[in-house]
């Protein structure tokens, strides 16, 4: 679906728009005083705006840019994300311990809108062969291949699988990270910061992956991944 949309409004529209969205939705989940049936449908919203914020919309620019050496680029690029891990635990469990955590959520819900915003207006563009800026490339220049056929090759509904599976695994470890630390004996701010230290390492693999991309190929670092 948001790919569809993207291709429709183009990625700027769809960031901004998810990033904003996104900032209401944690505020009006902070903001929910009691309520199962509430807080759940914050959570449902959080995670269908939040799509629009991934790196899959931002990973659609890269090609455009950079055709030597994406996969270094890319890899640098996602290195952000560890960046994140690093900082915000840090930051978030600070302000749940001076706050509480419904005022930490709207602080950090603010602090995204700040930073992601700007990048989403003014950085965030096509550009063509030719170094001319466009909204969005043409279907040709993506990929000539069909998505029916597409829903008929095997290799898809690999591919489909993978990218199912495997964040359900790591999404998995990460949501209990904290969890376990601190029923291990730590202490809050102890068990944020050896979370954070995750970051690093996430660092470190997505600069990598992205420089063996552009050495070895996708499959390799895949099965070397595994």
């Not at 529209?13 to 989940?29: D, E, F, P, Q």
């Not at 989403?120 to 000539?144: C, D, F, G, W």
């Not at 591919?159 to 998995?172: E, R």
Request: charged share 10%; with cysteine.
């Amino acid at each position: 679906m948001i790919s569809k949309i993207i291709q429709r409004h183009g990625i700027r529209v769809v960031l901004v728009s998810s990033i904003v969205l996104l900032t209401v939705a944690m505020i009006g989940m902070a903001r929910t005083v009691n309520g199962y049936f509430a807080f759940v449908t914050w959570v449902v919203i959080i995670g269908i705006v939040g799509t629009g914020t991934t790196t899959f919309p931002y990973l659609g620019v890269f090609p455009s840019w950079f055709e030597k050496k994406l996969g270094a680029a890319l890899g640098i690029a996602a290195a952000g994300i560890g960046i994140g891990q690093m900082l915000f635990p840090i930051l978030a469990q600070s302000f749940i311990s001076d706050y509480g955590w419904r005022v930490a959520y709207q602080i950090i819900a603010v602090i995204s809108l700040i930073v992601a915003t700007p990048g989403a207006l003014s950085v965030i563009r096509y550009k063509t062969r030719t170094n001319q800026v466009t909204h969005m490339p043409t279907k040709e220049s993506v990929s000539s291949v069909s998505l029916n056929s597409g829903y008929r090759d095997t290799r898809f509904w690999f591919l489909a699988a993978g990218f199912f599976l495997i964040p359900m695994v790591v999404a998995g470890c990460t949501l209990h990270a904290m969890p376990m630390l601190m029923e291990s004996g730590l202490e809050a701010g102890k068990a944020a910061r050896i979370f954070a230290l995750g970051g690093l390492s996430l660092i470190v693999a997505r600069v990598a992956a992205g420089f063996l991309l552009h050495w070895i190929g996708a499959r390799a670092v895949a099965i070397i991944a595994c």
